[in-house]
């Protein structure tokens, strides 16, 4: 394609907000990928680069724990996670990014399933050990992300961990100066998924390595 993806997914997303469908678009893009008319912006072909990093230092043990990923895309963050040994879950509003996550990765562990973050399945809060969201609040209007917050830092289970991976906008930046997807997150919103019993441990900033000028977070939480 010589259209600009980003430019791409921006129509497609106008179209579904116009229609008062803020998160339809999703499927929409997918689905005009999977056909061949479109590229998905953030789909790496690998897991995202920060992922990589915070496993590395990390080195979490998986091993009779439970992880969910928030946004499975075409399923790159998961499989990495899977890798760890989690028992994985990963979901995402769009069948078509689902049913390409599951192409995309034949004899996978996985649990991939259609899911809707702003009204998930009943048994997942508190149910899982690590919650990994990487660019799917930012993916959603303004006015969206406080429930989508609460929604990711409820599936975190006791003693569990939560890894929150976006773009980053200045906390002086008007809301309506914001021309989405995406809506990068102010520091205020990084802060928000912290609670009284879901501590921020640690918050870094670093540029893209596309673009520099593109600054990310990459925090991580602990439910006591």
Do not use: C
Request: charged residues 25%; proline residues 9%; aromatic residues 8%.
């Amino acid at each position: 394609m010589s259209e600009d993806p980003d430019v791409v997914s921006r129509r497609i997303a106008r179209e579904s907000l116009d229609r008062d469908d803020p998160t339809g678009w999703f499927e929409n893009l997918y689905a005009a990928a999977a056909g061949g008319s479109a590229v998905i912006p953030w789909d790496r072909g690998t897991a995202h680069q920060l992922l990589t990093e915070w496993v590395q230092e990390s080195a979490p043990d998986g091993a009779d724990k439970t992880a969910l990923i928030v946004g499975a895309g075409t399923g790159w963050d998961a499989e990495l996670i899977a890798d760890r040994g989690y028992d994985t879950t990963a979901f995402d509003i769009s069948p078509t990014a689902i049913e390409t996550a599951v192409r995309n990765h034949p004899g996978s562990k996985v649990h991939y399933r259609v899911a809707d973050l702003l009204a998930p399945p009943p048994d997942w809060p508190r149910a899982f050990d690590l919650v990994v969201e990487i660019y799917t609040v930012q993916a959603l209007p303004i006015a969206l992300q406080p429930e989508a917050v609460k929604h990711v830092t409820e599936f975190v289970a006791p003693g569990g961990t939560l890894l929150v991976i976006a773009a980053a906008r200045p906390d002086d930046q008007p809301d309506d100066a914001v021309e989405g997807p995406p809506w990068p997150l102010t520091r205020a919103t990084i802060q928000s998924f912290a609670g009284a019993d879901l501590r921020l441990i640690q918050l870094s900033q670093s540029p893209s390595p596309a673009d520099p000028t593109v600054l990310r977070w990459r925090a991580e939480y602990l439910r006591d």
